[in-house]
Structure formats: C-alpha cells, structure tokens
C-alpha cells in the first residue's frame, strides 16, 4: 500500500486523505482554537475518490492521519464488457481490469482503442478521464 503519515492540522482544502478507511478529497474544512482544557480540534468534510460520497471527520489538530498517494497514469483501452474495461498500461504493458466508473461522462465516452488517465490509490484503479 502506498501512503504516508501527517498531523491533521495540516490538512487544506483539496488534499487527500483516509477518512473512515476510504481514500477521500477534502473539501470543506474547520479549525477551532484550543479551549481551556483541551486541544484545537479539526473537523472537515470530504468526497470519497471512488463513490463520491460524503465523509465527515473530527480529530485533534495535532493527531496523525493517513494520506494515500495517487500515482496518475495513462493506459489504453483493449476490451469492454458491460461491467468491466481491461486497461493496458503505457509505460509497462501490465494489463488489468478495472470496474466502468460511475461517472456517466467518462463511462460513456469509453470504446476500445481510447487513450484514459488512470489513477492507482492504496491498491485500486480508478479511470480517472478518457483522453482526446
């Protein structure tokens, strides 16, 4: 698995993140000043990469989180079936398989042949775009 540790004070808006154990986009934050008695606290909201649904999380500022590293790569399409595209990488001919996004854009503008950005996060691909 490829990721590495932060302190979740250092979250922006934008970053990537493992929230509830699914790699997310962070996309609103909120930082309080510290209290009395405790620490500043971090609550943020964020989409996950691959479903698109919301997560909330709440933590101190000074806590360590899980940042999953998206390596983006390109690859070409070979087959469809009506649930899967097998991807050819371009950089070492690896083939695999990878599940039809959800995203009706990308999804249907995918035939064999086409060019896609593909992204590799903690051990799952995600086709990110399909290219011109």
Known sequence: MSFKMAKVGELKVGSYALINGVPSRIAQVTKSKPG????????CTAISLFDG???SFVDSTGATITIPLVDKRS???????PSNVQLMDLENYDMMDVEIPKDED???ALEA???????VIMDRIKIQRVKN
């Open 36 to 43: 009395k008695h405790g620490s500043a606290k971090f609550r």
């Open 53 to 55: 649904s919301k997560q």
């Open 75 to 81: 690859g070409q399409v070979v087959s469809m079936t």
């Open 106 to 108: 990308v999804a249907g």
């Open 113 to 119: 042949g086409k060019e896609v950005e593909y992204w």
